[in-house]
């Protein structure tokens, strides 16, 4: 059971914008940064947003994220079928002092 | 080139020991925070531990805690997992990653399989 909780699929036609959030605490997104990494099938996690809501170069500026309160969430606008891949959202949790992932969102393009 | 590179990964039998290494290039690594993640088979990721630059600060998720070591050598570029008295449940690809200034990983490897079983 993760701490950080994300719904374990979401979907969209090309074109759409998609959401995905992530939910936790004052333990950890509400009092930490929140990061989100993508994980195409077979492959190693890559860093999609740092620091709630930057994007690293070489992110399209279709991927954005955005923190309120103890929650936070991935927006993807004008869905690719490239864009098929496991989300995970990721906050420090000053309690367990330790780094705590999402149970990841698996997206898929109709 | 920028990267890390793990290895050593393996089949080890359920109370066994295993020693993962992660090379690091083109950057300072004595720099930087470093961190181990996980995943196992069809799983989600899972932090495990962490190190800070001269190695003198540590943190572990408390699933490892007593049987994993991380450790480094600044001097090799070098980052390592001692892993003792495996579990079943330890099976995953295990991931060396670079942190940025916030503590948080942004540069990971490709991965190295750790498969406990008899």
């Known amino acids: 059971q993760s701490v950080l909780t994300q719904p374990p699929s979401a979907s969209g036609t090309p074109g759409q914008r998609v959401t995905i959030s992530c939910s936790g605490s004052?333990?950890?997104?509400?009092?930490?940064?929140v990061y989100w990494y993508r994980q195409l099938p077979g492959t190693a996690p890559k860093l999609l947003i740092y620091?709630?809501?930057q994007r690293p170069s070489g992110v399209p500026d279709r991927f954005s994220g955005s923190k309120s309160g103890t929650s936070a969430s991935l927006a993807i606008s004008g869905l690719r079928s490239e864009d098929e891949a496991d989300y995970y959202c990721?906050?420090?949790?000053?309690?367990?002092?330790?780094?705590?992932f999402g149970g990841g969102t698996k997206l898929t393009v109709l | 080139e920028v990267q890390v590179v793990e290895s050593g990964g393996g089949l080890v039998q359920p109370g066994g020991s295993l020693r993962l290494s992660c090379a690091a290039s083109?950057?300072?690594?004595?720099?930087?925070?470093m961190n181990w993640v996980r995943q196992a088979p069809g799983k989600g990721l899972e932090w495990v531990a962490n190190?800070?630059?001269?190695?003198?600060?540590?943190y572990y998720v408390d699933s490892v805690k007593g049987r994993f070591t991380i450790s480094r050598d600044n001097a090799k570029n070098s980052l390592s997992l001692q892993m003792n008295s495996l579990r079943a449940e330890d099976t995953a690809i295990y991931y060396c990653?670079?942190?940025?200034?916030?503590?948080?990983?942004?540069?990971w490897g490709q991965g190295t399989m750790v498969t406990v079983s008899s």
């Open positions: 990653a670079r942190s940025d200034s916030s503590n948080y990983p942004t540069l």
């Open positions: 083109g950057f300072i690594f004595s720099s930087y925070w």
């Open positions: 190190i800070n630059q001269d190695g003198s600060e540590k």
């Open positions: 004052s333990s950890n997104i509400g009092n930490n940064y």
């Open positions: 620091r709630n809501n």
């Open positions: 990721a906050a420090w949790d000053d309690s367990l002092s330790g780094l705590e």
